[in-house]
């Protein structure tokens, strides 16, 4: 059939792009039945409502193992996966609702050389040049702390290029913009990842909202594209143990599952690092988190889909849409329409986090690691041989409890790891404390505890003609890292005294 250039095109719409990706990636991928195995089945959060049995020709429903099963060969249609009641496959869901989409990228010169396609400064320094805004709340590195983020608030264009750049760990901008209130600045942009624009979102739209009738200030919401954070802690002594001088990096990324970092910003990477190899320094919450694109943002702004040294940006409002094609029109921004984006690229990585929803995130870790010549053992116990005084961490790192076995007459101590990253070598030291003096002590290597996991340990307790002599025990713990990380004594008593 001839095209009649006479006639008007449909005005497109997020679906015609992301058709592509629905029929590629989801319908006719020939693992859609695994897929459904490994992520509904497996998973434990199949509704058993047999709808995967139902339309498929080459499936039937197993009453007795309640799930699923092949009684023919599966083509790959993807009929099941996507007909799941569980299943996340529209476009919308994935990456959250918005009124159209860009390509972008600065048309400032001293943003050049900043992070990706430098969008979100760009923006900024348009808010002050109109003078839209009064502040903006951004992160930025600490002088005093390489590297380490501390949020800001900041009141000129100068401010916001001298603030460009990514870090990619937590930082506390809800509390630099409650700040930026109590000191009566009315027009303000808040720059975020994910979890800090929800924080903002219900701050602001849920009935117990904090702002939701406070009514002096406005609050533009610019989110940022995040797939993980990383706790400063646990990831630059890594970094430095590495050779990396944290004063001399210019600046950091992460591009195609790879951790960059730079002594030049327009350099050439000085080390580079797989996501895998970086996973035990990643935030605990960002295994639950399920918010690649800030979707409750106004604008959002990411590099995945974009190409090198420009951004994706969707603008989610009509007040984020005016300000984008604002500063476009105005010369702050390049823009390119909505289908220059690779949405393929960005859905596949938002489903990668919405079906972290349905992972179930144990408090126990289970690793296969390849077979040693000579395994070492993952927790030792032995009478001390050294001991550790190092100053006390200001992190919360271990949670402490005991429990008496009178019949083993032993003291249960129960160890879980409060911090959010995994601990290494940590030695715990137990001693009885008799007034001034200490007798009995001994020591208790872990190789690693993960977030969140616990592990116990036991110790002999003293004893007399077979009854054990109650009194106060010391439990200390702490690393080659980070000194000492916990102290306490415990007073012991017979249970029927407690």
């Not at 590195?141 to 937590?170: C, E, F, L, M, R």
């Not at 190409?307 to 823009?335: C, M």
């Not at 009194?471 to 080659?480: F, G, I, R, Y």
């Amino acid at each position: 059939m001839t095209e009649n250039p006479t006639e008007s095109k449909p005005e497109s719409t997020q679906y015609d792009y992301s058709f592509d990706y629905i029929q590629k990636k989801l319908e006719g991928k020939k693992d859609s039945y695994g897929m459904l195995m490994k992520e509904i089945i497996r998973a434990g959060i199949c509704t058993e409502c047999g709808t995967c049995a139902a339309v498929c020709p080459v499936l039937e429903w197993d009453h007795l193992s309640g799930q699923p099963k092949l009684v023919g060969k599966c083509t790959g249609c993807g009929i099941c996966y996507n007909q799941c009641p569980r299943t996340i496959t529209d476009p919308i869901q994935l990456m959250g609702e918005f009124k159209t989409g860009y390509v972008s990228n600065t048309n400032i010169p001293e943003v050049l050389g900043g992070q990706d396609g430098g969008t979100v400064t760009s923006l900024l320094c348009y808010l002050f040049d109109e003078h839209l805004i009064d502040a903006a709340i951004v992160s930025m590195k600490d002088p005093d702390n390489p590297w380490h983020p501390v949020a800001q608030i900041i009141t000129s264009k100068d401010d916001a290029i001298k603030a460009s750049g990514s870090i990619y760990s937590h930082s506390q901008t809800v509390e630099a913009l409650m700040d930026a209130i109590r000191e009566d600045y009315r027009s303000i942009a808040f720059v975020g990842t994910p979890c800090n624009i929800d924080a903002v979102d219900k701050m602001t739209n849920s009935p117990a909202g904090m702002l939701k009738y406070f009514m002096r200030a406005h609050i533009l919401k610019i989110g940022l594209f995040c797939m993980d954070s990383f706790a400063p802690e646990a990831l630059y002594p890594f970094f430095e143990n590495d050779g990396i001088d944290l004063t001399k990096v210019a600046k950091m990324d992460i591009n195609k599952g790879k951790f960059h970092i730079y002594y030049e910003r327009d350099g050439e990477p000085v080390k580079s690092y797989t996501i895998a190899q970086l996973d035990k320094f990643k935030s605990s919450s960002c295994n639950f988190c399920t918010d690649l694109t800030a979707e409750n943002a106004d604008i959002s702004v990411g590099s995945v889909g974009s190409g090198a040294k420009k951004n994706t940006v969707f603008a989610r409002t009509g007040i984020g849409t005016e300000i984008v094609e604002d500063a476009a029109s105005k010369g702050y921004l390049t823009i390119e329409p909505y289908n220059a984006i690779n949405l393929n690229a960005v859905l596949f990585l938002a489903k990668l986090k919405k079906v972290s929803q349905y992972n179930i995130q144990k408090r126990k870790v289970f690793i296969v690691r390849e077979p040693r010549e000579v395994e070492e053992p993952r927790v030792e116990t032995k009478p001390e041989e050294e001991t550790v005084a190092k100053p006390l961490g200001s992190r919360k790192f271990l949670s402490v409890s005991k429990d008496i076995d009178e019949g083993e007459k032993i003291l249960k101590i129960s160890l879980t790891n409060s911090v959010g990253y995994i601990l290494e070598d940590i030695k715990i030291r137990v001693v009885i404390v008799e007034e001034l003096f200490e007798k009995k002590p001994w020591i208790t290597t872990i190789r690693e505890l993960f977030p969140f996991e616990s592990i116990d340990i036991g110790y002999p307790l003293e004893t007399v003609d077979d009854e054990i002599v109650y009194s106060n025990v010391l439990v200390e713990a702490s690393t080659e890292k980070y000194g000492k990380i916990f102290s306490r004594t415990f007073k012991l008593a017979p249970k029927e005294e407690k």
